[in-house]
């Protein structure tokens, strides 16, 4: 059975640089916490940029716990903080590193493409490249960018691309958008605790709410963290879509309801939730092609990872895509 890892994340030395020009500069972002903490000067996560840059450390983890493949993304934020033009240099930069590091090591890497969405034409040009020149597998980003969401007109080239090219877009997640800053401020609610999935999950029903899906309907979006809470919802949002946003007229109509778009155009992963329970109401709800194995590498450990899903009752066909045969689908893999 292959073991094939969907969200595991690294950086570059030119973006870490850039990370931290941004971690003493007075971005109002409640990014910035992680930003300083990983990347600022004499950082307190020192080891998480190092395992985030150390490519033969990560090798001899996968090594050691018989991880088959890691499909590699330029870890959050991205170049989401960047200006416009520092952004589109950046990432195409990173989408060149990655092409790098997996020529290297052609079967254990695979790897989704970053692009600029602070100019949404240009992202365009460089998912294109990304993905018919330099063979990438997929897309990632990083939820809003400057505070915005993508169901606007000017973010349509985007999407319009990756349905043209079948590149499944990652949308990982960063803290919430500053509009929504109060609620998370404290606590360390901003990230991985709790905010990520707040972010994500309310990005990803606004794409749905807003008919992106009828206008791109080939479109393939996966999530982390088990689908970031949506499919728990998946009732209530149909029933409120109907009975309350519909009929208040706030709300397009659309051609299918909300947990239909949920089961057509995502993929969720299992990335930092090892909860047997959760996985199988997910494989239940969604169906067994529709999850995909993650660790979250590093900042979570991957032995744990590899012996929650070894331990996870499922029968062995069901495991067998769960683990990796879903991801060389979604993703295009050998
Ligand atoms: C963390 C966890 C950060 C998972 C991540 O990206 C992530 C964290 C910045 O615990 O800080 O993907
Ligand atoms: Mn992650």
Not at 205 to 216: T, V
């Amino acid at each position: 059975m292959r073991r094939i890892a969907t969200e595991e994340a690294f950086s570059i030395p030119e973006v870490a640089a850039e990370l931290n020009r941004i971690s003493k500069s007075g971005q109002q972002s409640l990014d910035m916490r992680l930003v300083r903490d990983v990347y600022g000067d004499n950082p307190p996560r020192q080891y998480t940029l190092d395992g985030l840059l150390d490519w033969d450390e990560r090798i001899r983890v996968m090594d050691e716990c018989g991880v088959d493949m890691h499909v590699l993304s330029l870890t959050a934020p991205g170049v989401q903080m960047f200006d416009a033009p520092t952004a589109t240099a950046l990432a195409a930069t990173a989408n060149d590193a990655l092409v790098v590091e997996i020529a290297k090591n052609p079967t254990r890497f695979a790897g989704l493409a970053s692009f600029a969405p602070q100019d949404p034409e240009g992202a365009a040009k460089e998912i294109e490249r990304a993905i018919t020149q330099l063979k990438l597998h997929g897309l990632v980003v990083n939820s809003h960018t400057h505070n915005e969401w993508y169901d606007q007109a000017k973010y349509f080239s985007i999407f319009e691309a990756a349905e043209a090219l079948d590149a499944a877009i990652y949308i990982h997640p960063r803290a919430p958008r500053w509009d929504m800053a109060g609620g998370f401020d404290t606590f360390g609610m901003e990230n991985a605790l709790w905010g990520y999935g707040v972010e994500v999950s309310t990005h990803c029903l606004r794409l749905i709410f807003s008919g992106l899906f009828d206008r791109f309907p080939k479109l393939k979006i996966v999530i982390g963290h088990m689908g970031e809470g949506i499919p728990f919802w998946l009732w209530r949002l149909d029933y409120m879509h109907k009975n309350s946003a519909l009929k208040s007229g706030v709300a397009p109509k659309l051609e299918l309801t909300p947990s239909e778009y949920f089961k057509r155009n995502f993929w969720i992963t299992t990335s930092g939730q090892e909860n047997p329970l959760a996985l199988q109401y997910s494989i239940d709800m969604l169906g067994a092609d529709r999850v995909m194995w993650a660790i979250d590498y590093p900042y979570q450990p991957t032995a744990p990872a590899v012996q929650f899903m070894d331990d996870a009752p499922l029968d062995e066909e069901t495991k067998a895509l769960v683990y990796g045969e879903n991801a060389a689908r979604v993703f295009h893999l050998a």
